[in-house]
């Protein structure tokens, strides 16, 4: 372990050497790094370090954390949008899918990337610039000789929104109109609509990157910016190749130190696994010979089959099992073979008690059955004695036991099941044979009272509406007679079976008379609400008065509008029309004709007073829209006022970037900031707002 070690920090210290000996760090494109670039990315870098980084943290958790972010990862390699928590809606995510698949200079790629997540701690981040930082370095985003990528990265809980870009997009896409972008798209949309907020978002970034996006123009820039330095990125590569060489010959020794070492680990692991199955398999064998099948069925077969199974590992599988742990499908074959080892010592000395339990069950539940089984028995008898005709009943019977007591535990089951309910209903019938005792007499009296009722309505109805509802008295008389006839005959029987299908029937026996009386009497009471309700509309007429400013607000709402509905509308003439309706229903009433009519004459009151009130409320309309008109207008002034104060914040930017692009040379640009291709110098400009 010494030895391990030592080449480890030998290595360390090799590597950190040849880093800082050099002035340059050159990448797939031989591009410079400034010393100052070098400590602004690795600022950056060390910024986005994730959870399989820390030392603190369990190799297993590590082992998690990291398969779960080569999941999202391989999302975002394949899909422009990436929603882990399903809340965009399909529509919005094609839409914004669609608007960042961009074809540039004849090469389609994504220089936006759209991630939502539940949260960044769900990954094990610290904050959501490391997040957004670990998504960068892990997906190369943009053009590699353009670094023009961009992310946007929203975490529900806590809910914000962060956008980075990377060094060349930074100098566009500013900080502040990154920032702005983010707080119009919770001002135009609900603060909590993703699905608007980052169809908004997308589409602004979109639209200003869509004006920037020279790509031919930043790769002549790139390419005459570095013409010079490729001599001497050249140069520096031999001398880090050198310094190469070394690294890996120590490397190497230090590989076949670990090899040697693992092996040796992994026999005495192997060794120890295959005692303990073979000890294992040799006690369960001798524990069985104490219990009879069923039993072992229960218990202890599938032990031996998961024994069986481990048994036959090969010496690859047992190195998988030991060297593989760190993956998921080998970390669940380990686990399952120390629960079961773990599960087969535990459970070895609760057999004997087990297996009592089993038994005292069995008679437990066999006593139990021969109770209910005796107790059906008797009260069955009784009934009969009693002379109570009842249906066939059948009471299960179990006259042998089976040698499996599982098998014979779950026959008691159900013979007891259906033995309870036999008892319940055998000890219910004299309570039920007393309780319709005199069910023909409350019938005959419930008949005589609907009977009373139909007549009274049937003389209200008739003295309305001239006529009546057609209902045959005496033949729900004679159903009623030959009902009752039935029912004494099978009582002084004790005919329990059609005593409780009489019983039912006598529920619905006087369905059909109530629903005609009620038909009646609904009928009945609409007629007499009739007046009430013509001296409600009345009231309503008798408040408006007309006003002449009415007819002003009309014309100038048709001007203002050109919806012409009101044009030739008389208020006056409406009204008139309306009290003569009035008068018209007062009189169908008092004369009781045309009946049927009224319910279309008060809808169509009911119709035109609501246009009235819409005629005098149109002044309020117009009012309303000319508010509105005035709002908007005022709204696109301070939109206007918005955008020259932005072009004056670009125009200000842009002057003071040339000022440092001129005084710093090549390094402002960030031309030099990839230590290998895309990622670098990303994080240098970034916005995060809930």
């Known amino acids: 372990m010494k030895v391990k070690w030592l080449v480890v920090w030998t290595m360390l210290a090799l590597s950190a050497q040849a880093c800082t000996n050099k002035e340059t760090v050159p990448n797939n494109n031989f591009w410079i790094v400034s010393e100052g670039t070098q400590n602004k990315t690795a600022k950056i870098i060390s910024s986005s370090l994730s959870v399989v980084d820390k030392e603190w943290v369990s190799q297993e958790s590590k082992n998690e954390i990291k398969d779960k972010l080569d999941i999202l990862i391989s999302k975002i390699k394949h899909n422009p949008v990436v929603d882990e928590v399903w809340v965009l809606s399909p529509e919005t995510k094609n839409t914004i899918e669609s608007r960042l698949k961009k074809k540039i200079d004849w090469e389609l790629y994504n220089q936006i990337i759209v991630v939502v997540v539940n949260s960044f701690e769900e990954y094990w981040f610290g904050s959501i610039e490391e997040m957004a930082n670990y998504i960068w370095t892990n997906w190369k985003i943009g053009l590699e000789w353009a670094n023009n990528g961009i992310v946007v990265l929203h975490t529900m809980k806590p809910s914000l929104y962060r956008i980075e870009t990377a060094s060349w997009v930074e100098w566009y896409l500013t900080d502040l109109k990154a920032w702005k972008i983010v707080r119009k798209s919770k001002e135009v949309y609900d603060k909590k609509d993703v699905n608007w907020r980052l169809n908004y978002i997308t589409d602004e970034i979109d639209n200003v990157t869509r004006e920037k996006s020279n790509v031919q123009e930043v790769k002549n820039e790139v390419e005459e910016n570095n013409k010079t330095q490729i001599a001497k990125d050249k140069a520096n590569l031999l001398d880090s190749l050198n310094t190469l060489a070394g690294i ?3 490397g190497f020794l230090w590989y076949k130190s670990y090899k040697w070492i693992k092996k040796l680990k992994n026999k005495k692991l192997k060794d120890k696994i295959k005692k303990q199955i073979i000890y294992l398999k040799t006690r369960i064998e001798s524990e069985k010979q104490k219990y009879p099948d069923w039993f072992i069925q229960k218990y202890i077969l599938e032990y031996e089959k998961s024994l069986e199974e481990m048994s036959n590992y090969s010496e690859e599988d047992l190195d998988n099992i030991i060297d593989g742990r760190n993956t998921i499908r080998w970390n669940n074959i380990y686990y399952k073979y120390i629960n079961t080892v773990s599960n087969i010592e535990r459970d070895i000395p609760n057999w004997v008690s087990n297996y009592q339990q089993e038994v005292e069950k069995k ?15 008797k009260l069955k008898v009784k009934l009969e004695q009693e002379n109570f005709k009842i249906w066939e009943i059948t009471i299960p019977k179990i006259e042998t036991e089976d040698d499996d007591v599982i098998i014979f535990t779950e026959k008691l089951d159900d013979a007891i099941s259906i033995l309870f309910n036999v008892v319940a209903f055998l000890k219910n019938i004299p309570d039920f044979y007393r309780s319709i005792q005199w069910m023909n007499t409350r019938i005959s ?5 609907h009977k009373n009722s139909y007549s009274e309505t049937v003389n209200q109805y008739k003295n309305i509406y001239w006529n009546e509802i057609d209902f045959d008295l005496d033949e729900l008389k004679k159903n009623i007679d030959t009902f009752n006839g ?18 039912d029937q006598s529920k619905n026996i006087f369905g059909s008379i109530e629903k005609v009386t ?4 609904r009928e009945i009471s609409w007629y007499n609400s009739i007046p009430n309700e013509t001296k409600q509309r009345s009231e309503k007429l008798k408040s408006i008065n007309i006003n002449p400013e009415y007819k002003k607000n009309a014309e100038a709402y048709i001007q203002k509008t050109g919806k012409r509905e009101f044009k030739d509308f008389d208020l006056q003439w409406t009204i008139s029309i309306l009290n003569q309706l009035i008068i018209e229903i007062d009189s169908n009433y008092s004369q009781k004709k045309d009946l049927s009519k009224i319910k279309n004459q008060l809808i169509k009151f009911d119709d035109d007073f609501e246009t009235i009130i819409k005629y005098m409320w149109l ?6 829209i000319i508010k509105k008109e005035q709002e908007e207008e005022e709204r696109k002034r301070e939109e206007q006022e918005e955008e020259r104060r932005k072009e004056e914040e670009r125009k200000r930017k842009e002057k003071d970037d040339n000022n440092n692009t001129f005084s710093s040379g090549l390094d402002a640009w960030g031309w030099g900031g990839w230590s290998s291709g895309w990622g670098g110098w990303f994080g240098w400009g970034w916005v995060t707002d809930d």
Do not use: C, H, W
């Open 445 to 449: 009296e419930d008949f005589s009272r």
């Open 518 to 521: 009620s038909d009646m009497k």
């Open 486 to 503: 039935k029912f004494l005959e099978a009582y002084k029987q004790k005919d329990i079976p059609e005593l409780q299908s009489l019983n």
């Open 363 to 377: 008679e437990s539940k066999f006593t139990n059955f021969k109770k209910l089984s005796e107790e059906a028995q």
């Open 248 to 250: 890996l010959l120590v």
């Open 619 to 624: 002044g309020e309309a117009l009012a309303l």
